[in-house]
């Protein structure tokens, strides 16, 4: 099957920047996730858009979704050093979920 | 404490050495999945399960094996590991078959290689 791509592959920034995600998707999804990974741990859920959901906020995260383009974008505002992890979008399609290659940020102090 | 738990943390074994890692959560979840994550591929699924005795293969099963006798077990098998299953596993579960609403629980993973 396909998967999403996160775009960029790697960013870096200073604390208090914000930092912007992509990832674009190739299925008609269901809803589409974000999740958080530090390094070579689990997984942890970050926020869920559903299809008919053209923007969520959770906190300093912001995300949007735009279907036409089957796209998705995450923001998180005023960064922390602690933001440092990967970032993953999933796009959930029936029972099945695809994962993104991730975007590793870089949060430096 | 919800969780999702996974065993062993690490394991090294040989080539075509059967072996198993289990995986087991406590939130009465009917969906639990298997993935593993691989430099450069990002997470891909194994196998899931939607509920007691329903399996169904993802995106890369061959070499695997997957039973769920029990709600809150989800154990992976590979009958003759080899090299290239050298990985990092995560078990996942959610409440349902993921619906508009689910999101999945990861546990810790299971660092495997196999030499």
């Known amino acids: 099957s396909q998967q999403g791509e996160e775009d960029p592959q790697a960013l870096s920034i200073q604390e208090g920047e914000n930092a912007t995600m992509n990832c674009s998707y190739k299925?008609?999804?269901?809803?589409l996730q974000w999740y958080r990974q530090n390094s070579g741990r689990g997984l942890v859920h970050l926020i869920l858009i559903r299809s008919n959901e053209r923007e969520k906020h959770s906190g300093r995260l912001r995300v949007t979704l735009d279907t036409s383009k089957k796209s998705s974008s995450l923001l998180i505002t005023a960064s922390r050093a602690a933001d440092t992890a990967s970032y993953f979008c999933a796009e959930t399609s029936g029972s099945r979920l695809t994962f993104g290659e991730g975007t590793q940020l870089t949060v430096n102090p | 404490e919800a969780q999702v738990t996974q065993n062993p943390r690490y394991l090294i074994t040989v080539t075509g050495k059967k072996l198993t890692v289990t995986c087991s959560q406590n939130m009465n979840h009917e969906y639990m999945s298997w993935y593993r994550q691989d430099p450069g591929l990002g997470l891909r699924q194994i196998y899931y399960s939607m509920n007691v005795e329903v399996t169904d293969k993802g995106d890369v099963p061959e070499g695997y094996k997957v039973s769920r006798k029990e709600k809150r077990n989800f154990p992976l098998i590979l009958e003759s590991p080899s090299p290239n299953q050298t990985s990092l596993y995560f078990c996942?579960?959610?409440?349902?078959?993921?619906?508009?609403?689910?999101?999945?629980?990861f546990g810790p993973g299971t660092r495997l290689t196999v030499l």
């Open positions: 299925t008609s999804i269901n809803n």
């Open positions: 996942a579960s959610s409440r349902t078959g993921l619906t508009s609403t689910d999101t999945q629980y």
